[in-house]
């Protein structure tokens, strides 16, 4: 028998190696300017830091690419994967 929070574990998990992944793409993109860059970058490492809970990890995250998603240098289709980004992160609740 699979349990609720089992599920619910999956699912994060899931929800978690998608952001992970678009989030790398966007951190090797030449095209996007360093300061953004590393702030993905920074986003990946707290994603992964499996002392916090999945929804911390998360509000970290979505912090740290609220704070760039206003760049003025931002190419808009970063702008528009990075809001796409936060929108799976929000789904993520402890």
């Known amino acids: 028998m699979v349990t609720k929070k089992s599920e619910k574990i999956k699912e994060y998990e899931a929800l978690l190696s998608e952001a992970i992944q678009r989030l790398d793409r966007i951190s090797q993109d030449r095209s996007v300017p360093r300061n953004i860059r590393r ?8 994603l992964r830091d499996e002392r916090n809970s999945y929804g911390v990890r998360s ?14 240098n931002m190419p808009f289709p970063t702008r528009s994967e990075i809001l796409l980004i936060v929108g799976l992160l929000e789904k993520i609740k402890d």
Request: aromatic residues 0%.
């Open 59 to 72: 509000n970290k995250a979505i912090s740290i690419l609220n704070d760039i998603v206003n760049d003025i």
């Open 39 to 46: 702030a993905t970058t920074e986003a990946i490492e707290v």
